[in-house]
Antibody, heavy 117, light 107 residues
Framework: QVRLQESGPGLVKPSETLSLTCTIS????????WVWVRQPPGKGLEWIGY???????NYSPSLKSRVTMSVDSSKSLFSLRLSSVTAADTAVYFC???????????WGQGTTVVVSS | DIQMTQSPSSLSASVGDRVTITCRAS??????LNWYQQTPGKAPKLLIH???TLHSGVPSRFSGSGSGTEFTLTISSLQSEDFATYYC?????????FGQGTKVDVK
């Protein structure tokens, strides 16, 4: 059974870079799309972007200038970097598997990131 | 970008009620529409993909319909575990945007 687990700092200072990792267990990273979604407190889901197992990426236009995703197939993990963060980036960040176009079928439990000095 | 709009934003219902949630896309998305259920503090769960196909393990009281720009999620007989927030998502074109959510709570 495939499982995803997010990890990373829970507190990031304004203007710094948020870095999260999603580790895949119980399955292969290959031939799949891997996604980051976030949810600000009390709000809805926001699509951040995806990375394909071969490194191809697609980012939301609203975040594109600040987002970088990467994948490490040897370690079965993929990562998110979001630069120049502000309080508006405070959210629960989820990683998920995207079975294009059939939905996000497996999700991590989510990790809370607070942007504050 | 494709905008997804759900209605209503919230609704109150009782166990056994039939519940319908609507999702509209700002442009045609064929049948590339997915539905998710999220309970507080948990990750969303995929309910339906391709507008009407139940994801594995999802109870048959959930159903979806629609194509083009208008879609519906129906719960035929609401159960206690169904009180949650429901999101639609388009899978037609990146960025694969979500609706704003519909919260189903106890009447």
């Amino acid at each position: 059974q495939v499982r995803l687990q997010e990890s990373g700092p829970g507190l990031v200072k304004p203007s710094e870079t948020l870095s999260l990792t999603c580790t895949i267990s119980g399955g292969t990273i290959t031939s799949k799309y891997w996604v980051w979604v976030r949810q600000p407190p009390g709000k809805g889901l926001e699509w951040i972007g995806y990375i394909y197992y071969n490194g191809g990426t697609n980012y939301s236009p609203s975040l594109k200038s600040r987002v970088t995703m990467s994948v490490d197939s040897s370690k079965s993990l993929f990562s998110l970097r979001l630069s120049s963060v502000t309080a508006a980036d405070t959210a629960v960040y989820f990683c998920a598997r995207w079975i294009s176009p059939y939905g996000l079928d497996i999700w991590g439990q989510g990790t809370t990131v607070v942007v504050s000095s | 970008d494709i905008q997804m709009t759900q209605s209503p934003s919230s609704l109150s219902a009782s166990v056994g009620d039939r519940v319908t949630i609507t999702c509209r896309a700002s442009q045609t998305i064929s049948v590339y529409l997915n539905w998710y259920q999220q309970t507080p503090g948990k990750a969303p769960k995929l309910l339906i993909h391709s507008a009407s196909t139940l994801h594995s393990g999802v109870p048959s009281r959930f159903s979806g319909s629609g194509s083009g720009t208008e879609f519906t999620l129906t719960i035929s007989s609401l159960q206690s575990e169904d009180f949650a927030t429901y999101y639609c998502q388009q899978g037609y074109g990146a960025p694969y945007s979500f609706g704003q959510g519909t919260k189903v709570d106890v009447k």
